[in-house]
Each structure stands twice: as structure tokens, then as C-alpha cells.
């Protein structure tokens, strides 16, 4: 997968002026995701230690942090990456201008409501479940006419996705107790999403930056790989207590160490837009093995799930955004030394959220304040690095 749109027109002898926050779907939902990371972490520190949850009382605390993190954030890094990759896989143009402001409006409406007093719950829930079917309709014409049919695979992802959030606001108003299984099943996916994504990008990326890089593709691996996470994600969900689920955490594990150490060279070190994306995967199977550890109590489950969460999702994520918003505004695909710091940063956040508290030498809130401050951090330089990137043209004067 290419960075450059595909069919693209000839870029103009002189690059266009003033902004474009909604010429292409990476910019506003990339600028949101920037925001919300830091916005979101900053109200989780304090609703932490204030006990308390947003003022509608929809969520409980713990319940608002998990979700917003899943459905809210992370859904807008997909969103953004989804309405940006589908056009360049397809060329077949997704939604730009209004169409993409509504959008990413109702993402933001979705994470205002619960702080609004007294406002019903079925209107929180409502605003918040309809923006994934959006998406897909977003998505649907250009997936559906182009001519490679594994893309369309994207659509019952994001169909099984408002599923999850379904499951999670129906126990919010009351209906069910599945609010748990609707977080598993989101985490799960975009999980899968992550393994599917960087599968298809990191060998490209590192054959394509590296000099002497050549990633192995085995195809029974790929599908070694797939099995063994699509097997994991059925028994979390249906059979949570059973014994058979921790060696196949060890499973998972083993199967994404075992692609990435294919995909290794040892110059990914020198391109830090590499090993950023490198260091996402890694916590990926890492926290594999943490919940494989966490299934034989030997680990803490929370901090196994973190492993995941700010590691894998976290880190990855903001790799890509970086990448993504850099290729696609015309610009060298190399961060500035302040985002190679956050690269850095971000992961010794997530250390210290996941192994820290094991160790005793802090106390647990210390470390919930300390980590949440080191990612607050993170993405307060990315939206004063990217701000001004994702609002302004391309530099080369192509449309997008």
C-alpha cells in the first residue's frame, strides 16, 4: 500500500494557500484523535482521583475511560485511516468537504453529550451508536465497486464493531449485562485490524526504507497467524473461564513474534517512523504472553490489558498517524526530533503503566498519574506538531 493517492492529478506549478482540514479523512479525524488523546487522558487522571464519572451519569468512571479509549479515540484513528487508505486502494474517492465535516461531527457530539447534566440516555447512546453505521456508508460505494474483494472485508469488521458498541450501551440503559462482552469484542477487533494493517504496511515500509531489508511473506503463516487470533478471540468471548485460553494467549504471541522476527532488520533503528510501528507490534505479542501470564495468575490482568491497549493500539497508532499525515500532505516521510522524542516517550509510558506497579517501587495511583502524564504529553506535541500540517494543503499543491 502505497502513501501517494492513486490516481492523482499533476500537482500545479504553485501549491495552493490558506487550509484543508476536510480535503481528505485523515485530516480531521487525525486532529481529533490528537486532541481526544490528550483531552481524554487528562479528564481520566481527574475523574480518577475525584471518584467521579462525566455529569450525565451514563458512565461509571472505569466505564467512560474504557470505552471513550476504544469507541471514541481509537475509532477516529480508523476512521481517519479507513476514509484515507480506502481511496488509495480503490481510487475511488470517499467523503471530503461537508460530507466529512457531518462526520466527524457526530464523532464529536458522541463525546460531548455524556457531559451534558441530565440529558436522556437513550439520546447518549443513539448519537454515539450511529457513528460507525456512517462510516460504513461512508465506505461502502468505494469498497464494494472496486475490484479487489479482500478490501471489503473492512465492512463486516466495522458492522461486527457497532455490534460491540451496541452490546456496551445496552447495558448502559438498563437492557443487558453484556457491557463487557461489547468491550471485549471491540478490543478483539481492532486487534485484528492492527495484525491485518500491519501485516499489509510494515514489510512494505521496511523494504522500501531499508537498504538489504527483504521481509519474509509466508502464507501459511499469515493464515497460522489469523487462525490462532481468530480462535483466542472466540474463546474470550464465549468461553472466558475455560482452561484452553491461556495457552492460546501464548498462542498469539508466539504467532506475531514470530512474523514480526521475520519482518526484522536491524536499520529499522536508524528510521524511527519504522521502529515506532516496530515497538507497537512488539507490545502486541508481549501483551499476549502478559495474558497468557494473567490467565495462570501470574500477572496482573489490568496491567496485561494495557499491555494491548497504550502499547499496542497506542503506540502503533501513533506511529501511523505520524507516517500517514506526513506521506500524505507531500511532505518526507521522516518525523522532526520532537516526535522521535514522543515515539520514545510514549513507550516508557506504557512501561511504566504496565511493569511498574509490579514492582512496588510506586504506588499504583503514582503510576496511573505518572504514565497518564507521560501520554498526555505524547499527544500534546503531536497536536502542536500536526495541527498546523493536518489544517494546511499539501505542500506539493495535489488535492488531498
Known amino acids: 500500500m502505497g502513501l501517494i493517492p492513486l490516481g492523482e492529478r499533476p500537482a500545479p506549478s504553485t501549491p495552493p494557500s490558506g487550509w484543508a482540514p476536510f480535503a481528505l479523512g485523515f485530516r480531521p479525524f487525525f486532529a481529533l484523535a490528537g486532541l481526544s488523546g490528550l483531552i481524554l487522558m487528562v479528564l481520566w487522571i481527574g475523574f480518577w482521583h475525584a471518584g467521579k464519572a462525566p455529569p450525565s451519569a451514563y458512565f461509571t468512571t472505569i466505564d467512560w475511560h474504557s470505552h471513550e479509549m476504544l469507541f471514541g479515540f481509537t ?71 472496486a475490484e479487489n474483494r479482500i478490501n471489503r472485508l473492512f465492512l463486516p469488521l466495522l458492522a461486527a464493531m457497532a455490534l460491540a458498541n451496541l452490546l456496551y450501551h445496552l447495558q448502559g440503559l438498563g437492557v443487558t449485562s453484556t457491557g463487557p462482552r461489547g468491550l471485549t469484542l471491540m478490543l478483539n477487533l481492532i486487534l485484528l485490524l492492527l495484525i491485518f494493517v500491519g501485516g499489509r504496511v510494515l514489510p512494505f515500509f521496511t523494504e522500501k526504507a531499508v537498504n538489504g531489508a527483504a521481509p519474509r511473506f509466508n502464507k501459511q503463516r499469515e493464515q497460522f497467524v489469523y487462525a490462532v487470533f481468530i480462535l483466542w478471540t472466540l474463546g474470550e468471548l464465549l468461553l472466558p473461564q475455560s482452561g484452553l485460553l491461556f495457552p492460546l494467549a501464548f498462542g498469539v504471541a508466539a504467532t506475531q513474534a514470530w512474523r514480526l522476527a521475520d519482518w526484522y532488520h536491524p536499520g529499522i533503528w536508524r528510521r524511527p517512523i519504522l521502529w515506532v510501528l516496530f515497538s507497537g507490534l512488539f507490545w502486541l505479542s508481549l501483551g499476549y504472553f502478559l495474558k497468557g501470564l494473567a490467565l495462570l495468575d501470574l500477572f496482573p490482568a489490568n496491567l496485561a490489558i494495557h499491555a494491548l491497549t497504550a502499547g499496542a493500539i497506542g503506540v502503533f497508532t501513533l506511529g501511523m498517524m505520524a507516517r500517514v499525515a506526513l506521506g500524505h500532505t507531500g511532505r518526507e516521510i521522516e518525523p522532526s526530533k520532537l516526535i522521535t522524542i514522543t515515539f520514545i516517550l510514549i513507550n516508557l509510558a506504557v512501561i511504566i503503566r504496565v511493569f511498574l506497579p509490579v514492582t512496588g517501587l510506586l504506588g499504583y495511583e503514582t503510576c496511573i498519574d505518572l504514565s497518564g502524564s507521560l501520554w498526555a504529553l505524547c499527544y500534546l506535541l503531536f497536536v502542536l506538531t500536526y495541527l498546523p500540517i493536518l489544517a494546511r494543503p499539501r505542500i506539493d499543491g495535489r488535492p488531498g
Not at 460530507?99 to 437513550?122: D, E, G, N, Q, T
Open 75 to 145: 475509532l477516529a484513528i480508523i476512521a481517519g485511516f479507513l476514509l484515507t487508505a480506502v481511496r488509495n486502494w480503490t481510487g475511488i474517492d470517499t467523503p471530503t468537504g461537508k460530507p466529512l465535516a457531518l462526520l466527524a461531527l457526530l464523532w464529536l457530539l458522541a463525546r460531548l453529550l455524556p457531559f451534558v447534566p441530565s440529558i436522556p440516555s437513550w439520546l447518549v447512546a443513539l448519537t454515539d451508536l450511529l457513528f460507525i453505521p456512517a462510516l460504513i456508508y461512508a465506505l461502502y460505494t468505494p469498497l464494494t465497486r
